[in-house]
T-cell receptor, first 113, second 116 residues
Framework: EPEVTQTPSHQVTQMGQEVILRCVPI?????FYWYRQILGQKVEFLVS????????KSEIFDDQFSVERPDGSNFTLKIRSTKLEDSAMYFC???????????FGSGTRLTVV | DQQVKQNSPSLSVQEGRISILNCDYT??????FLWYKKYPAEGPTFLIS?????DKNEDGRFTVFLNKSAKHLSLHIVPSQPGDSAVYFC???????????????FGKGTLLTVNP
């Protein structure tokens, strides 16, 4: 069964450092997403991406965040200057369309120290 | 603002019995609802979905019921199995003009434990 692959599985970074979280969506999917889950809280939408541009973003997705699909297969989330409160599980997801639901990756656990 | 609410943080049932997981929503614009299952250290896995034009959708042991007037949906698992033990998330979306690109609003999840 096709999978969404995320790397790394766990990243520890110092506050103020830049991090890049990587995702390889399912190859024939057209819609790409990032979500995050702070420990003990609900899964929250960050950003959706379609046709090489952001289609929607949440208030969490401020100027410190950016997304890119650099080569037609990878989909990255960059946090320019990490804060302690950015510590969370970050999930990438892709979709072929609403009727098919999403496929989520296994997540990257980001720990900012 | 909790637009999707799962008021039971946990549920425990005996193997073979029915599990009923509940979800309420406040945004009347939601027109598509999904249930996801999540094991620790894994991403959410799609289980079953329902469009607002339906009131029931069934897939094997899983049935989702939608009551639009009450803004309530539920997931029934019959019979429950120990392998069903996981966190279950209810999610909802609003179909935009494109019809396919949508964000999900999640509830906080319910931890289901199925005891052998």
């Amino acid at each position: 069964e096709p999978e969404v692959t995320q790397t790394p599985s766990h990243q520890v970074t110092q506050m103020g450092q830049e991090v890049i979280l990587r995702c390889v969506p399912i190859s024939n999917h057209l819609y790409f997403y990032w979500y995050r889950q702070i420990l003990g809280q609900k899964v929250e939408f960050l950003v959706s991406f379609y046709n090489n541009e952001i289609s929607e973003k949440s208030e969490i997705f401020d100027d410190q965040f950016s997304v890119e699909r650099p080569d037609g297969s990878n989909f990255t989330l960059k946090i320019r200057s990490t804060k302690l409160e950015d510590s969370a599980m970050y999930f990438c997801a892709s979709s072929a369309g609403q009727a098919y639901g999403y496929t989520f990756g296994s997540g990257t656990r980001l720990t900012v120290v | 603002d909790q637009q999707v609410k799962q008021n039971s943080p946990s549920l425990s049932v005996q193997e073979g019995r029915i599990s009923i997981l509940n979800c309420d929503y406040t945004n009347s614009m939601f027109d598509y609802f999904l249930w996801y299952k999540k094991y620790p250290a894994e991403g959410p896995t799609f289980l079953i979905s329902i469009s607002s034009i339906k009131d029931k959708n069934e897939d094997g042991r899983f049935t989702v019921f939608l009551n639009k007037s009450a803004k309530h949906l539920s997931l029934h698992i019959v019979p429950s199995q120990p392998g069903d033990s996981a966190v279950y998330f209810c999610a909802a979306s609003v179909t935009n003009s494109g019809g396919s690109n949508y964000k999900l609003t999640f509830g906080k999840g319910t931890l289901l434990t199925v005891n052998p």
